[in-house]
């Protein structure tokens, strides 16, 4: 079998550099500001020329309603952008005319009444942004944001929810829906802020499950996350009637926007506005009559914006039925009024930015980074961003050591390393036996600690061990030997449940 190999050499960079904060409280003192430079330091061309439109027409599919499932699956306030790019999300399908009532939005709401947040009660979403945060509907927030509760709103089970409002979305078989997710992720899995995770192969199985209900005539699903690739390669049927795109291929990260330290983003704020792949589809969205834009013409627009820079970005990717691409995106958000009288979409070209990118593995660095940078020499505040940076850092060398370890002890020292790395050709699934990854993953979470959202960058060695023939009891013994004992570390705590 053919297979391709992946090094993820900047993340490590970084993880080195940022090490050496360590060794003196005063950061500026050990690296300047000039001095430390993540790999999306580097201003991007992102002024993107649109191709020509069909003529807009009147035979767009009204007929049937417009659902949609916003989903933000993280929460604390260094993941603020999960949050934004859902609240934006709401906002924009409000405009185009989507009714609460067919809205249904996740989100942990931690977010705006932060003790972080500069300004409390407000979220925004863009540097120049105003306000998204106000009118959205607390559907399920808090505890209730879970994989049950998502696909029991999904499959229009409400007596299957538990908390939340009980909104589902009760579809019917001439009604387009259409979901947005916006998380961290990893190979086969994006996150939630509860546990456990939602794996592909559950993805699948519920899509096909709302398929084979008669409830939609199309499904259209926008995906960010590390690796989101990974949820529908070689994994999402034909004949579905579905159409998804990632915000990176299967074995690539994702990457987080207006961030701070760029000249541009308010000085207030220490964590990442938006991501990438998100920011982009929006301000697409909101600078276009939809009734003139094909999903094909947005797909291709936001592919050129992600991944338009050397240095930093993302191959967004296409999945399942690719005849709905050539329907018109107003069919799934609405379109604002406001933009009826634009007849081609080459008046609208979204300007160029040279805001700073960073890997949505690292967001979460920078941000301690920056309270640490930040709080006054000799406070309680410095004392406790330096705790909290430690613990950041002393969880990612857990894992990264852990599993290296782990793979040579099953694989042998030589092999060990090559064998996390594998990457099986384009179109085949991630994993052969998925009831099995999920075994060996939480048989790891038993001896190791949690894996966290960090912790997802490694599942790609998890299924690499899973597709080589390791059982559960093989790796409970690996484990056991690789972590005598969990850390004791807030990130590596099972006090909240296996991700499994």
């Not at 300047?32 to 790999?39: C, S, T, V």
């Not at 699903?221 to 590390?226: A, G, R, V």
């Not at 506005?273 to 797909?299: C, F, I």
Request: hydrophobic share 35%.
């Amino acid at each position: 079998m053919m297979v391709r190999y992946y090094t993820v050499g900047a993340p490590l960079v970084i993880l080195l550099l940022l090490l050496s904060l360590l060794v003196n409280s005063n950061s500026r003192e050990i690296i300047g500001d000039d001095l430390i430079k993540l790999p999306s330091d580097h201003n991007s061309i992102l002024e993107i020329g649109f191709p020509k439109s069909n003529d807009i027409d009147d035979d767009d599919d009204t007929i049937g309603t417009k659902w949609a499932v916003l989903i933000a699956g993280s929460n604390g306030y260094w993941n603020y952008r999960h949050q934004a790019d859902v609240c934006h999300a709401y906002q924009l399908l409000k405009r185009g005319g989507v009714k609460d009532e067919n809205i249904i939005v996740f989100m942990y709401d931690d977010i705006a009444y932060n003790e972080e947040n500069p300004r409390p009660g407000v979220v925004i979403n863009n540097p120049f942004g105003t306000d998204v945060y106000a009118g959205v509907p607390k559907d399920y927030t808090g505890e209730d944001v879970t994989v049950d509760n998502f696909f029991a709103v999904l499959l229009g089970n409400k007596t299957a929810t538990t908390g939340g409002s009980g909104k589902v979305v009760d579809s019917g078989p001439n009604d387009h829906i259409f979901i947005f997710y916006s998380d961290h992720g990893g190979s086969g899995v994006i996150g939630m802020p509860t546990y456990p995770y939602l794996y592909a192969d559950d993805l699948i199985d519920t899509l096909q499950k709302k398929h084979a209900l008669g409830a939609y005539k199309s499904l259209v699903f926008y995906l960010e996350s590390c690796e989101s690739g990974s949820m529908f390669e070689g994994i999402l049927p034909d004949g579905l009637n579905i159409y998804a795109t990632t915000a990176s291929n299967a074995w690539e990260s994702s990457w987080g926007t207006y961030c701070p330290g760029e000249d541009h983003v308010p000085p207030e704020f220490d964590t990442c506005l938006g991501d990438l792949y998100s920011v982009s589809w929006m301000e697409d969205s909101e600078k276009r009559n939809l009734r003139a834009e094909t999903l094909k013409q947005q797909y291709e627009l936001v592919k050129k914006r992600t991944g338009s820079d050397m240095f930093y970005g993302s191959n967004v990717m296409g999945y399942g039925d690719a005849d709905l691409n050539k329907e018109k995106v107003y069919v799934y958000i609405g379109t604002n009024p406001a933009n009826d009288n634009i007849t081609g979409v080459d008046n609208n070209i979204l300007p160029s930015s040279s805001f700073v990118a960073v890997n949505q593995r690292d967001a979460d660095l920078l941000h301690f980074w920056h309270k640490l940078r930040k709080a006054p020499e000799g406070s309680s505040r410095k004392v406790e961003a330096q705790k909290k940076f430690s613990e950041a850092i002393s969880h990612r060398v857990h894992l990264d050591d852990s599993i290296e370890l782990i793979a040579k002890l099953l694989f042998g020292i030589e092999k060990g390393s090559e064998m996390l790395h594998i990457v099986r050709p384009a179109g085949e699934p991630l994993v052969d036996d998925w009831k099995r990854l999920k075994a060996l993953v939480r048989t790891f979470e038993v001896h190791c600690g949690s894996l966290s959202q960090y912790g997802m960058k490694h599942m790609r060695s998890f299924a690499n061990i899973c597709n080589a023939g390791i059982t559960p009891e093989k790796m409970a013994i690996a484990s056991e030997e690789a972590c005598p004992s969990i850390p004791a570390n807030p990130w590596s705590s099972l006090h909240r449940g296996f991700s499994a």
